[in-house]
């Protein structure tokens, strides 16, 4: 194995000296030398606890709900419906929409389905054929005859089976990174892995929770839908071709902004939290961060965290004050972001310790939560000649642990960076700020 030339710190400077890390071999790593699907058993049963005690929490709140309440919450999720339907399958004539037949207190979509129809779509719904399979999908109509299936759910009594192009998954619970909590069966997420439909989740506003503390077999959402409207959209990777584009009409709404159809909304704004690894004002990281506020694509918001005021972590300190307050603040910005911007230094061939102890400061208590899913980029700018590639490579461990979303389809190793950051750390160059901008917009069609 090729041994690397020894280390060279500071590699964050920008007094011209060509620091920065020598030639590695980090491109050459097996793509699968870090399992994805790695398990922590442990951590699977603990989870496994936490998803029952919610579920029966979540279906007990819901089976309190009176039937008025329930059909109100029903018809506004079939606006919001209407409302997606229209950016992604504006003409349904001839397309397969797969819905369900509401049990334990689920939204009763079946006459917004039956609308549906009358529109020249081809309903389905689904089946438990074989326990531990995916599901399979039967066409049906109102009226049509039915029988008892599994769990003794009404299912077509047809035994003719369609591909849907939409699926409708209800659910018990959910999360802002557009995973589903159900009742535990796993049929959803296996049909999902099999096919690629438009995959909506359909359910109440109440029964969003921080995290699902999503697993390897979980499968993210295309959208979620409540009756406050739309909750979560994934990027275009994510809807089926031959859909319409990820754009939604702003009668649309999220969680920010109240029931959908409500006056005076403004389209949705999505936030990134970006973290600058570098304590020094004029770094070029710092700068970094700076240019991508100010290149930020449209609809986005990048906001600008500081870990200059963190404390050194110190589980003494924690156990007696708790969180400090720089972390407690920390922690509420990547609650409230849709994503999370990493611009990393690169010190001695790794990441620098002020950049990790921040980092591990908010994964603490509550903290850990917060990262579960959370869509996270890594960039970074160097003075040498190989831009923070070993740094960015350092933190996806870290990142795996964290459980985060992190996004891969692009990266930024801003290299030589003296000669494209001005003396106070701005970036000048247009080449470069041009790579960030496409990054960008990139990272930003994930969340």
Request: with cysteine; net charge positive.
């Amino acid at each position: 194995m090729t041994r690397m030339q020894p280390p060279t710190a500071g590699s964050d400077r920008a007094d011209g000296e060509q620091g920065g890390s020598p030639p590695c071999q980090a491109e050459r790593i097996a793509p699968d030398y870090f399992d994805p699907l790695a398990v922590d058993a442990g951590q699977a049963r603990d989870v496994a606890r936490w998803r029952r005690a919610r579920r029966e929490e979540l279906l007990a709140s819901r089976a309190g709900l009176s039937i008025a309440a329930r059909q109100a919450i029903a018809a506004a999720i079939a606006r919001g419906l209407d409302a997606l339907l229209a950016a992604h399958l504006p003409d349904p004539r001839g397309r397969v929409v797969a819905g369900y037949w509401p049990i334990r207190s689920e939204p009763d979509l079946r006459p917004w389905l039956a609308r549906l129809h009358d529109r020249g779509a081809l309903l389905a719904l689904p089946e438990v054929e074989r326990p531990a399979n995916p599901l399979v999908f039967r066409p049906w109509h109102p009226g049509a005859a039915m029988r008892r299936g599994h769990w003794n759910i009404p299912v077509p009594a047809n035994t003719e089976t369609v591909e849907p192009d939409v699926v409708l998954a209800p659910l018990v619970g959910w999360d802002g990174a557009g995973y589903r909590l159900g009742y535990g069966g796993g049929y959803f997420d296996r049909t999902l892995a099999a096919r690629q439909p438009l995959a909506v989740g359909v359910g109440s506003q109440a029964a969003r929770l921080a995290t699902i503390y999503p697993q390897p077999h979980d499968i993210r959402l295309a959208a979620i839908v409540t009756e406050c409207g739309l909750q979560y959209r994934a990027g275009r990777e994510k809807i089926p071709s031959g859909m319409a584009s990820i754009s939604v009409p702003a009668t649309l709404s999220d969680s920010r902004q109240g029931p959908a159809g409500s006056k005076g909304q403004a389209p949705m704004t999505k936030t990134i939290l970006g973290l600058s690894g570098s304590l020094r004002r004029a770094s070029f990281n710092a700068g970094l961060l700076r240019a991508a506020a100010d290149l930020a694509p449209e609809g986005v918001r990048i906001q600008t965290g500081s870990i200059r005021e963190v404390p050194l972590y110190d589980g003494d300190l924690e156990a007696e004050s708790g969180l400090p307050q720089p972390v407690r603040a920390l922690q509420a910005q990547l609650a409230a972001a849709d994503g999370l911007l990493m611009v990393t230094p690169e010190y001695n061939n790794g990441v620098p310790g002020v950049f990790k102890n921040a980092i591990d400061w908010m994964s603490r208590g509550e903290g850990l939560a917060l990262f579960v899913g959370k869509p996270v980029a890594v960039i970074g700018a160097s003075p040498g000649g190989f831009g923070t590639i070993l740094a960015q490579n350092h933190w996806l461990p870290v990142l795996r642990t964290l459980k985060a979303a992190l996004w891969t389809e692009g990266r930024l190793m801003v290299s030589r960076a003296g000669s494209v950051f001005d003396d106070q750390g701005n970036l000048t160059d247009d080449k470069t700020r041009a790579q960030l901008r496409k990054f960008l917009e990139g990272f930003a069609a994930r969340l």
